[in-house]
């Protein structure tokens, strides 16, 4: 009678399920298989993939048959562990009751001073629970939220305004939210990934090698929502105190001002009992877009003038810590046909100065149900004085406009071909001291992502200096050591012989210094 079908069409075929019964008597003839019941199971699935369903509805026969076999792993060791090995079915088995999550639990006691008792809401009610039951509740969302943030940035997924990306970002912020049930009123979600690191690691290595990232920008994305959390939670709660509905005015509040996604303020009306006014939200939310547009037509005879004549602040450069970014235009000035000037408050794109070819990518323009509305693709990269200039070409939708929030991300691929060559120039230019002497300095390069050229002054090589030079920086390579960057005050490193000062530079009070494997 079991028939899997992954969709109207496409593979299908019978399946046999496996359940587990723990039912004291341990066999109920099957009478709660399928029935909703947690004593009963479903641990795996075994389908039987032998026709295509088609359009019409008809089952044509695959040329090739074969099993498709899913296991529910965590159940599995639910299963186990909350009987005591298949000993004592007294409990109910649970995902959370188990050595997956209890690390995750034990550090949010040590932070939060609560403790996880198990307890669940008869019924899965969400209002009207006791003290205890809440911090349960929360212990529960915040590790499944903790690992499926961590794992997503992990495998290169940013919190952002539109997309997967205000996928993560709402899923952050409900996660943040709990935390305040717990008593946690200062930033605490980025302070669990180590457990996932170190219990998952092994198995997920590339959790473990980007811990960093996935902690940096965890922090960097509650450190936000924490500025205005508190406050959005007493306007929700006056809110919830005069009415049996949360206005759409309300809501939009919240979401403007606040950051609170729409269904963060559906999940906290629910707790109380309360419904929110959607149909209303979303008028407010549209009237805002037509705002948007009628500031950009008050603002084209400005951004027309052209780059040289705006007047834009200081573009903050991101690049060193993100590939992707949210931010806002500061100006953009039309080109030619399908061509723009985009400036940005803040990016993650280089921009080509010291040799080095400005970064490509695109940027994104979200539509106010965070659906994509436009799309430009980044060609280049310049700096204008402080500010960083996007040349770029439309190739979906609109373009953006003043004042509204976009997301630019680098081309990768790109980026990582010239970080290469760019670190080859600094092997380059240590091989040349360790061989030749320390007088030979750089004297410029161009480093693009296929290719570098390294220039310097030095006594002409003899053709066995040059061969010890290729090899120095060759064996380097094939070391494939990391190359982290730390920031220092000049004034340490200024006169340090291990740290190389590059020709012509300027120095600021602080400096990046670059280091390859350790030397």
Known sequence: DNFWMMGDTGPCGPCSEVHVDLTPAGDTKGALVNGDDARCIEVWNLVFIQFNAEPDGSFRPLPACHVDTGMGFERVCSIIQCTNGLTDFSKLPSNYNTDVFSPIFDRLSELSGKTYTATVPEGGRREGLGEQEQIDVAFRVIADHLRTLSFSVADGILPSNEGRGYVLRRILRRAVRFGRTLGLTEPFFFKLVDVIAETMGEVFPEIRNRRQKVTDTLRNEEDSFNRTLDKGIQLFESAAAEANAISGEDAFRLYDTYGFPLDLTELMARERGLAVDVPAFETLMEEQRQRARQDYENKKAV??????????????????????????????????????????????????????????????????????????????????????????????????????????????????????????????????????????????????????????????????????????????????????????????VRDRNDVMQFFGDKYGENVRVVQIGGQ
């Open 303 to 492: 951004v027309s003038a052209g780059v040289d004549d705006l007047d834009v602040g200081e573009t903050k450069f991101l690049g060193y810590e993100f590939d992707e970014a949210e931010a806002v235009i500061e100006a953009i000035v039309p080109a030619d046909a399908g061509h723009y000037q985009v400036i940005l408050d803040r990016t993650p794109c280089y921009a080509e100065m010291g040799g080095q070819v400005g970064d490509t990518g695109l940027i994104h323009v979200p539509g106010h149900d965070r659906t994509e509305v436009g799309r430009l693709r980044v060609l280049d990269t310049v700096k204008k004085g402080n500010a960083f200039v996007h040349l770029t070409e439309l190739i979906e939708g609109r373009a953006p406009e003043p004042g509204e929030g976009v997301r630019i991300s680098v081309e990768e691929t790109r980026r990582r071909g010239v970080e290469r060559h760019h670190t080859a120039t600094h092997l380059f230019h240590w091989a040349l001291h360790e061989i030749v002497n320390p007088d030979a300095t750089q004297q410029g390069s161009m480093v693009a992502e296929d290719r570098l050229r390294f220039d310097f002054n030095s006594v002409a090589l003899t053709p066995a200096q040059i061969a010890a030079i290729e090899e120095r920086v060759n064996a380097r390579v094939a070391d494939d050591d990391g190359v982290s960057w730390t920031e220092v005050p000049h004034a340490e």
